[in-house]
């Protein structure tokens, strides 16, 4: 009735809201006869409409009940809202009637079919360890059920899945131990306070297992070993049993796991993808280095896996016909700016990186992924870059470098340092830091790292200043020796000196007074060593620096 009451009222009003008896008259008797003949469709209109808006109060109650969105008949979530049948309530009986025919249509068609399976179901299988014969089950940390990289392979590092899980067990209580003997230590003890004779005995048995190993392998172990790298050659890790001793291999096997973990993690976060974001390994000059972290190449070519870089101006490229036709064309021959060093065929070059910003920014990337603190990729501007190379008959080779800021208010006489993985352990890291310090003296300032330096440059530093202080003692032939005085001889931050000291007992509180104690043993043993190496190219010498400090420092 109230349909029939708008129609006649919208019709038969006019302009001035009256209505005309005659042509209303008419218009009822037609309206009347127009209701009685399209009643029966109305009705079936109406009830499908009905049941209509009650699938969809249902469908909704559904959805309010379940958060998650509707599922297609494949059992996947819908991309789009044709995917889903609901029909609005006002649809005509033709279009729900044929949407019905076709929902019956399509579920008799898919009965037929295998149901898809969710996309979180289907990626772990997707994905899959990249060692040859691995099932990727199993995780080197021994705290996750699969792995899909070589870091966290057990059958790569030659273990089983349940080893892995046996080794995480006895980790964990050898670190709840540790924690409590920490825990049970004095809360005001000093950082670097004298070991105890708990730790003394430690150190004495540590260095007892050390000794007591077979240096050389038996010929047995020698065949084993050579068999298992001509079987599986790169695809698996050398054998390391009897290659040192049992404590050595097990810190080893602590820090592989503790690795491990570390880059599960980055991985879980998104921010790097091991396998298909990450360069593996690079191919620079007559050397193929496998790369430790993750460096921000462009996406274009960190894809790659494998890098081409050219020794000489460190530009980088996607393949060796690429490398081949840019070194056949490069000009350079040493990096770029002035050459302040040279002594045989060791030179050190001055770059600044205002002026050659693209070689510095390039030199940069390269050098992260070999360092893992390193954050300066791009903002070079600010430093100076002391190239070291080793010249032959092709060109002067890039052996390490280290960055400098221009004008440091804590006296930082390194930025950043670096030696390169193939001129690693033959003396090169100390000679870059008797550099820094020999430029802190021609400055006439006193230096230090700044912080905080990688593993292997904090091993580098301590190395190096134990054997300077060790060498001051030498031939230091006074009684009374101030921190000071050796400070401005060395060119070493006091508080380096302080803390080595710490470290060689060589610092003692007696009487309200700290003593410098001379320790014989030290220096003998230092001194045996000088004479074993015997004279060595791997100093500096500082006759040999052609150097002025930039303006402005």
């Known amino acids: 009735h109230m349909f029939q009451f708008m129609r006649r009222h919208m019709a038969g009003s006019g302009s001035d809201g009256t209505e005309d008896s005659d042509s209303s008259a008419e218009r009822e008797q037609t309206n009347s006869s127009e209701s009685e003949g399209n009643m029966p469709k109305r009705q079936r209109l109406t009830r499908a409409s009905t049941r209509l808006s009650q699938s969809s109060q249902d469908l909704k109650r559904g959805a309010d009940h379940d958060e998650s969105p509707p599922l297609t008949p494949t059992g996947n979530a819908p991309s789009s809202e044709s995917e889903l049948d609901i029909s609005s309530p006002n649809a005509s009986h033709d279009e729900s009637q044929a949407k019905d025919q076709a929902s ?267 360092l893992d603190h390193k954050t300066l990729y791009y903002d070079v501007e600010p430093f100076l870059f002391y190239v070291m190379t080793e010249a032959d008959n092709t060109g002067c080779h890039l052996v390490g470098y280290f960055s400098k800021e221009k004008n440091s208010f804590l006296n930082y006489n390194v930025s950043c340092i670096l030696t390169m993985p193939q001129y690693m352990r033959q003396g090169f890291g100390k000679m870059l830091i008797d550099f820094s310090y020999l430029l802190s003296k021609v400055e006439e300032k006193v230096g230090s790292p700044e912080r905080p330096l990688s593993d292997l440059g904090l091993i580098s530093y301590r190395s190096y200043w134990k054997e300077v202080l060790l060498r001051y003692m030498y031939n230091f032939q006074g009684k009374e020796i101030s921190i000071k005085e050796i400070s401005q001889e060395t060119a070493v931050n006091p508080v380096d000196i302080v803390s080595t000291l710490q470290s060689l007992q060589m610092l003692k509180y007696w009487k309200g007074k700290h003593l410098v104690l001379k320790r014989q043993d030290l220096i003998d043993e230092w001194k045996a060593k000088e004479i074993k190496r015997g004279n060595s190219n791997k100093t500096i010498d500082p006759s040999s620096l052609k150097w002025t400090p930039p303006k402005g420092t």
């Open 104 to 370: 019956r249509d399509s579920d008799k068609d898919l009965s037929h079919r295998p149901k898809r399976r969710r996309c979180h179901e289907t990626y772990n299988f997707n994905m899959k360890c990249p060692t040859p014969g691995c099932n990727s089950l199993g995780h080197l940390t021994g705290k996750h059920e699969r792995h899909f990289a070589v870091s966290g392979c057990p059958l790569y590092h030659n273990l089983s899945a349940d080893e892995c899980k046996v080794k995480a067990v006895s980790r964990e209580k050898q670190e709840e131990e540790a924690k409590g003997q920490e825990e049970s230590n004095s809360r005001h003890a000093t950082r670097h306070q004298t070991p105890t004779s708990k730790q003394s005995r430690y150190k004495e048995q540590v260095s007892e297992i050390r000794k007591g190993r077979n240096s050389s392998l038996q010929k047995e172990q020698k065949e084993k070993h050579m068999e298992h790298r001509q079987t599986h050659g790169n695809t698996r890790e050398p054998l390391l049993e009897n290659i040192t001793s049992e404590y050595d291999l097990e810190l080893f096997r602590k820090a592989q796991a503790r690795a491990s973990e570390d880059l599960e993690k980055l991985r879980i976060q998104g921010q790097i993808t091991e396998g298909s974001n990450m360069i593996k390994t690079i191919l620079f000059g007559r050397y193929e280095l496998d790369t430790w972290y993750h460096s921000p190449y462009p996406e274009e070519y960190a894809r790659l896996g494998r890098l081409y870089v050219c020794e000489f101006c460190l530009k980088y490229m996607k393949s060796q016909t690429i490398l081949r036709r840019h070194m056949a064309k490069c000009v350079w021959k040493h990096p770029p700016g002035d050459e302040v060093y040279r002594k045989g065929a060791i030179s050190v070059f001055e770059v600044d990186g205002k002026k050659n910003k693209i070689y510095c920014q390039n030199l940069c990337l390269l050098a992260k992924l070999f």
